[in-house]
């Protein structure tokens, strides 16, 4: 089905009643801005920026992941390095790689793979990252700066579906937002990039009383639980923007965690599961890397954006 330009700018179609919120679309422009981004720092600093990926083990989602990321940086005219490290290799190895990750000046940014092998400690490696190389914004640096207000390289996912939001045309500023799902990687920054954003944000979660009634009360709903088709359309407010970052696999392929037949009725716009959130992360990542390449050239450490 083709898209119609409901919003006056292209990723945004229509399928039933609920506007079908196009992320392969809207990635693709992102994409496209990166692009242009490259050719200007090419042309200024004669070198791309470059993406430096760790893998550890095996895991095959994580390598299919990881050959996304690199695949993607190519596209787009960025330069990438990988290192794939044994399921068995040392903490002292890997900390000291990302090490010379951060002292290596053609490397604009650095992306440790996560989940790592049960002997390591994800969340010590992400910190290891230098703040201005922390393209996935996930260091304790990282977040303090996003809790606070203060300019830094945010989170992939919610960056994307921000970006989401403002290609679509949603305003979110003054209107009731729920995300459903409190995780470090992207319910906290999630709630916090929207409340930065001036929307009243409802951070609800497994122990939240009455979840559906929440649910129904969100202008934005944003649904990032892992449990597919938890979100009933009885549970979406009439005309509300939906955004599903769900992805779990089931006997007939990927699904959200919204309940997408049921909630197609009752959304105004919603996102698909898959060619919703996904293609935006990537994206996002992308866009990262130049900026924090870009801030490096200037000699700052303000990664703004």
């Given amino acids: 089905m083709g898209l119609s330009n409901v919003y006056g700018?292209?990723?945004?179609?229509?399928?039933g009643r609920a506007k079908l919120i196009d992320g392969k679309a809207i990635a693709a422009a992102e994409r496209q801005a990166v692009a242009a981004g490259v050719e200007r720092f090419v042309a200024t600093h004669g070198r791309a920026p470059a993406l430096a990926t760790i893998l550890v083990g095996d895991d095959p989602a994580s390598a299919v992941y990881v050959s996304s990321k690199?695949?993607?940086?190519?596209?787009?005219?960025l330069g990438?390095?990988?290192?794939?490290?044994?399921?068995?290799?040392?903490?002292?190895?890997?900390l000291a790689l990302i090490d010379e990750l951060n002292a290596d000046s053609a490397v604009s940014g650095i992306l440790c793979q996560l989940p790592v092998p049960d002997h390591l400690d994800g969340i010590e490696l992400t910190n290891r990252i230098d703040p201005g190389k922390d393209v996935d914004g996930l260091t304790v640096a990282s977040a303090g700066r996003l809790a606070l207000g203060l300019p830094g390289l945010r989170p992939c996912t919610p960056a994307g579906v921000m970006a989401m939001l403002a290609h679509t045309g949603v305003e979110v500023a003054g209107r009731r937002a729920a995300v459903l799902g409190r995780s470090n990687l992207f319910g906290k920054p999630m709630a916090q990039m929207l409340t930065a954003a001036d929307a009243t944000v409802t951070?609800?979660?497994?122990?939240?009383?009455?979840?559906s009634a929440c649910c129904r009360e969100a202008d934005v709903l944003i649904a990032a639980v892992g449990r597919p088709a938890m979100v009933k359309g009885s549970w979406i407010k009439p005309g509300a923007t939906v955004i599903d970052v769900g992805i779990n696999?089931?006997?007939?392929?990927?699904?959200?965690?919204?309940?997408f037949a049921a909630a197609l009725p009752v959304a105004g716009a919603i996102s698909p599961v898959p060619g919703g959130v996904g293609p935006m992360t990537i994206a996002c990542l992308l866009r990262n890397t130049l900026r924090a390449a870009e801030l490096a050239a200037q000699g700052s450490s303000d990664t703004s954006y």
């Fill in 9 to 15: 700018v292209p990723g945004v179609g229509t399928r």
């Fill in 70 to 77: 690199v695949k993607a940086c190519a596209e787009v005219g």
């Fill in 80 to 94: 990438s390095v990988h290192h794939h490290l044994p399921a068995d290799v040392s903490r002292e190895a890997v």
């Fill in 203 to 211: 951070l609800c979660h497994s122990r939240t009383l009455d979840l």
């Fill in 249 to 259: 696999r089931g006997p007939s392929g990927l699904v959200g965690d919204v309940d």
